[in-house]
Nanobody, 115 residues
Framework: QVQLVESGGALVQPGGSLRLSCAASGININSFTLGWYRQAPGKQREVVALLTPGGLTDYRDSVQGRFLISRNNAKNTFDLQMERLKPEDTAVYYC?????????WGQGTQVTVPL
């Protein structure tokens, strides 16, 4: 059984930092494209950051330079380091692992950055 479990969500003041982690079980993340998505209230889920098995990364424009996705293959985990957080970063953050044709999702973790 595949499981992705996020942790690290919290309430953080604007300008602050937060690190989200995703622990995978039932798969070996080495061969998966890893990602973080988020969904704000009333909005569609959107991609935040992607990391390919080869180490290529892609970020949405609004987080470029502030967020960093990384993986630890030995621990079978991957993280999202978030810096200089803004109220518009408030959302439920989901981790995902994809290897065609399969894609797995975590249950989500709440990040709140108040006005």
């Amino acid at each position: 059984q595949v499981q992705l479990v996020e942790s690290g969500g919290a309430l953080v003041q604007p300008g602050g930092s937060l690190r989200l982690s995703c622990a995978a079980s039932g798969i070996n993340i080495n061969s998966f494209t890893l990602g973080w998505y988020r969904q704000a209230p009333g909005k569609q889920r959107e991609v935040v950051a992607l990391l390919t098995p080869g180490g290529l990364t892609d970020y949405r424009d609004s987080v470029q330079g502030r967020f960093l996705i990384s993986r630890n293959n030995a621990k079978n985990t991957f993280d999202l380091q978030m810096e200089r957080l803004k109220p518009e970063d408030t959302a439920v953050y989901y981790c995902t692992a994809r290897e065609h044709p399969d894609q797995y999702w975590g249950q989500g973790t709440q990040v709140t950055v108040p006005l």
